[in-house]
């Protein structure tokens, strides 16, 4: 006689299925066992073939199946000749409807597409730290939202908060000295943000932010004259460019990002 077979049925995928068959088999020493899935079960038909199939080889079977007509077609299928079969979701979906008193969405491979979001989000926050300060400008075409600001502005923390919402956001400091990239003013100014900060706020931020590295708060970066010049140029830039301006001054960053993202919103609805 062959290996033990246990037939893993699903509507979706059928990891979970696997994942939990496999759990229960890892208590049993005497192994090894043959795992045979058949995923995205979408007639009855594949069911009564699968049934067969276990009778035949003396199988079992462990499934996720969400609509309830096909779990109760399958276990009377098995019940009718002699297959075991145990319902790994169903009992569970049941004792939540009852609990929660909410219906059950009864949409396979939902899951999967929680997977699909985490792997979206992954995906922007790499982005995020890939294409932050302007360290590659070849990132501007790609992303879904380019912030521009002098620095410390919250250009980096907002990047990374906006990419926890699955955006794909670049950043690009503004420093007098050093001409903007040209991809900035190719692309659409309407994936633009320009970050407008007061330069009393700026001037605040910059010397605790000198202090916290154990400089003097005198250092030009801290001057008025100096951040006056610069948010002077960052005006000139966003004028040019034509994008849209926040006021980040006395904004939290989570603030910023939900007017950043009310207006992607309207512009969707345009």
């Known amino acids: 006689m062959g290996k033990p077979l246990i037939y893993v049925v699903s509507d979706s995928v059928g990891e979970t299925a696997e994942l939990v068959v496999k759990a229960a088999l890892s208590q049993f020493d005497d192994g090894p066992f043959e795992l045979q899935r058949i995923p995205y079960v979408e007639d009855k038909g594949t069911i009564n073939e699968t049934v067969a199939q276990a009778k035949e080889q003396g199988a079992m079977i462990g499934f996720t199946l969400v609509i309830p007509e096909y779990r109760k077609h399958l276990i009377a299928e098995a019940e ?44 922007a926050i790499e982005f995020a730290v890939r294409y932050d300060d302007g360290r590659d400008p070849r990132g501007i075409a790609k992303a879904d939202i380019v912030l521009i600001g002098v620095s410390r502005t919250s250009k980096t923390p907002l990047s990374q908060y906006l990419a926890h919402k699955r955006l794909k956001v670049a950043n690009v400091p503004i420093v007098p000295e050093v001409s903007p990239p040209s991809e900035l003013f190719r692309v659409d100014p309407s994936k633009c943000i320009g970050l407008k900060i007061s330069a009393e706020k700026l001037n605040d931020i910059r010397k605790e932010r000198l202090i916290s590295l154990g400089l003097g708060e005198q250092a030009s970066y801290a001057n008025m004259n100096r951040i006056q010049q610069e948010i002077e140029h960052f005006n000139r830039i966003v004028d040019r460019i034509g994008c849209e301006v926040v006021d980040v001054s006395n904004k939290a960053v989570e603030e910023t990002a939900n007017v950043i993202l009310n207006k992607l919103r309207e512009d969707a609805q345009e």
Not at 87 to 111: F, Q, S
């Open 80 to 123: 009718k000749h002699g297959v075991e079969c145990v319902d790994i979701m169903g009992p569970m979906m049941e004792a939540m409807e009852n609990h929660l008193k909410i219906e059950p969405r009864l949409e396979p491979g939902l899951v999967h597409k929680l997977d699909e979001d985490y792997f979206k989000r992954v995906e």
